[in-house]
């Protein structure tokens, strides 16, 4: 009687991002640090807006009947009355009327934000270690994240027709570091295109949880055309 029930969604999203890159000079041995860095803010909103669902208080006032001094049935409840209450008839076929369904009608809306930022910046770069020519990548990153998801007070309660939704709120932030070495061995031998040595390690630091870290150490091995 109130109608079927369904859900119909606004999105809006917006993201800005801004970055360069570029070389900061050179090294003893003239190799040249390269650099890039990027800021980027994006947020996303949506409108949430429900259908077919009814008011637990209203129906509860709506149960509530008595009848007036010329033997009317009307809503028990002054403020109820007040606010336009329309007592209701849950018993037989059709007999919610149109008036009765408005009243109890309820449409739930809720609203749902997320937002992050993120700023890194990356050098890279190489040395020589006796023979071999050693390239290196080093940076820095720090994120934050927030999201909030609030219904309103009637899905807040469980008075909506369906299961209580708390409101839900959320932050955090994380910065984070890296180092990365590569480190050629062997190339253009039989079998072995090129063989190189790989190690990196990052650490990370939540402001839910605490810091993480990880490490990497591995060999690269491509094969040549003689495979």
Same mark, same amino acid.
């Given at each position: 009687e109130v109608g079927g029930r369904g859900a119909s969604n606004t999105r809006e999203t917006f993201r800005v991002a801004i970055g360069t890159e570029g070389t900061l000079g050179s090294t003893g041995d003239g190799r040249s640090i390269d650099y890039d860095w990027y800021y980027q803010y994006g947020k996303s909103e949506r409108d949430q807006r429900s259908a077919g669902q009814f008011n637990a208080l209203a129906f509860q006032s709506a149960l509530d009947a008595t009848t007036?001094? &010329?033997? &009317?049935?009307?809503?028990? &409840?002054?403020a109820a009355r007040a606010a336009g209450c329309v007592p209701i008839d849950v018993f037989g076929v059709n007999s919610i009327t149109p008036a009765m369904a408005? *009243?109890? !009608? %309820?449409?739930?809306?809720?609203?749902? @934000?997320? /937002?992050?930022?993120? +700023?890194?910046?990356? +050098? @890279?770069?190489?040395? &020589?270690?006796?023979?071999?020519?050693?390239? *290196? $990548? $080093?940076? $820095?990153?720090?994120?934050?994240? /927030?999201?909030?998801?609030?219904?309103d007070d009637l899905q807040q309660l469980g008075l909506h027709g369906g299961n209580r939704i708390p409101e839900t709120n959320g932050d955090y932030d994380v910065t984070g570091y890296y180092l990365?070495?590569?480190?050629?061995?062997?190339? #253009?031998? @039989?079998?072995? /295109?090129?063989?190189? +040595?790989?190690?990196? %390690? !990052? @650490?990370?630091?939540?402001?839910t949880? #605490?810091?993480?870290?990880? +490490?990497k150490v591995g060999l690269s091995w491509s094969l040549n055309e003689q495979f």
């Open positions: 007036d001094a &010329n033997g &009317n049935i009307i809503c028990a &409840n002054d408005e *009243w109890i !009608r %309820y449409r739930p809306s809720r609203q749902t @934000t997320m /937002e992050q930022s993120v +700023f890194a910046v990356n +050098f @890279t770069s190489s040395f &020589n270690l006796g023979s071999l020519e050693v390239s *290196w $990548a $080093a940076g $820095a990153e720090h994120r934050e994240e /927030e999201s909030s998801d609030v219904p990365e070495f590569l480190v050629p061995l062997i190339s #253009g031998k @039989t079998l072995i /295109e090129d063989l190189s +040595f790989e190690t990196a %390690y !990052r @650490t990370d630091d939540y402001s949880t #605490g810091t993480v870290d990880g +490490f």
